[in-house]
């Protein structure tokens, strides 16, 4: 039977425990703060992007399965805080370490059983009798390090769990962007080439507009060119061995009716342009926040895991994270902390 290991995580501050009293027996303030440090980077990664331009093709189906399979991340972050803090709690308790080892496996038991009954979340899955197997080893550690040592599976299935997941959303990214371009070319997609087609008009205009001004100047080959770019200017020439400025009066005009026409028809679809291009700009910065907060979730659990595993060791357990981001030296080390 498979139940939702994810749901383990975000239910760890559901179900609390009695109020303990502090003790000296291990200093956890590290990791303690450490959790808080990942608290603050958790809001980070669950706050909602502020959509405006796009906000019509959220329906997309695209977005609306990687929205899906993000949700249960962003309960996850907050729910490995609770856990961290869970441990930090259990350990200022007066209680033996039995008693503690015997806490620590009746929470993870409790909200497990409670996974199952609500079903909410989807398959980031833990064996149930491997995870029975591991509150059994927490159960009988001798001291409570070893408890949290033994809560190790858990710990690394449901790192293992994000980072793939994590995996599914960034690769979804591509075609989450096409279906986003799908729907902004359907709406602007015959503006956008009547526009294209109106500036390729108007710069063949302007070049005519240029061979005529160097025809006044005496450069007569350049009417040659211009009845061969624009067969309409033929009109206004009946030979063009003997060309008068009256002509060229009449077809300047009409060049520049022309290009008036087309300035008219520019601006009357310049807020579409304003909107297309709006859209599009919202869409790189959607896709630059999202691979930022995925980065960031990559680290925090990485390093959160290393945190964790040096607890369960024993080794002291430094302030693994920076206020600003991650140490870049820091995910060297913890790379192979998770199993492989």
């Not at 990687?66 to 209680?95: C, H």
């Not at 690769?171 to 359907?186: A, T, V, Y």
């Not at 859209?279 to 959160?304: F, V």
Request: proline share 3%; charged share 20%; net charge neutral.
């Amino acid at each position: 039977m498979r139940v939702i290991i994810i749901s383990i995580m975000c239910l760890f501050f559901i179900t609390g425990c009695s109020i303990f009293q502090p003790t000296q027996k291990m200093d956890m303030t590290p990791f303690s703060e450490n959790a808080g440090t990942l608290f603050s980077e958790a809001v980070k990664v669950s706050r909602m992007f502020q959509w405006r331009h796009c906000k019509p093709y959220l329906f997309i189906p695209e977005f609306n399965s990687m929205a899906v399979n993000a949700k249960p991340l962003l309960i996850v972050l907050r729910g490995v805080v609770y856990y961290s803090n869970q441990v930090v709690a259990i350990n200022n308790s007066k209680l033996s370490d039995s008693e503690k080892n015997k806490r620590l496996a009746a929470y993870l038991s409790e909200t497990l059983d409670k996974a199952v009954q609500n079903q909410k979340l989807d398959s980031m899955a833990l064996d149930k009798i491997g995870a029975q197997e591991t509150f059994d080893n927490i159960r009988k550690a001798e001291t409570y390090l070893d408890g949290i040592a033994a809560a190790s599976p858990i710990v690394n299935a449901v790192v293992m769990a994000i980072q793939n997941r994590l995996d599914e959303i960034q690769n979804s990214i591509p075609s989450i962007l096409s279906g986003f371009d799908r729907e902004i070319e359907n709406d602007y997609g015959g503006t956008r080439k009547n526009y294209v087609s109106l500036r390729q008009l108007q710069e063949k205009l302007m070049l005519s507009v240029t061979r005529l001004y160097r025809a006044r100047m005496g450069e007569t080959a350049e009417i040659d060119s211009l009845l061969q770019e624009n067969s309409s200017l033929l009109q206004f020439f009946s030979s063009t061995a003997k060309v008068t400025s009256a002509q060229l009066d009449s077809a300047e005009n009409y060049l520049l009716e022309q290009l008036h026409q087309i300035d008219v028809m520019l601006g009357q679809l310049e807020n579409a342009r304003i909107e297309y291009i709006a859209k599009q700009d919202e869409l790189t910065t959607w896709r630059i926040q999202l691979e930022e907060k995925i980065l960031i979730a990559r680290n925090s659990m990485t390093i959160w895991a290393q945190s964790h595993r040096n607890l369960g060791a024993g080794i002291p357990v430094p302030p693994l994270f920076d206020v600003g981001g991650f140490a870049s030296g820091l995910l060297g080390k913890a790379a192979n902390v998770i199993v492989p």
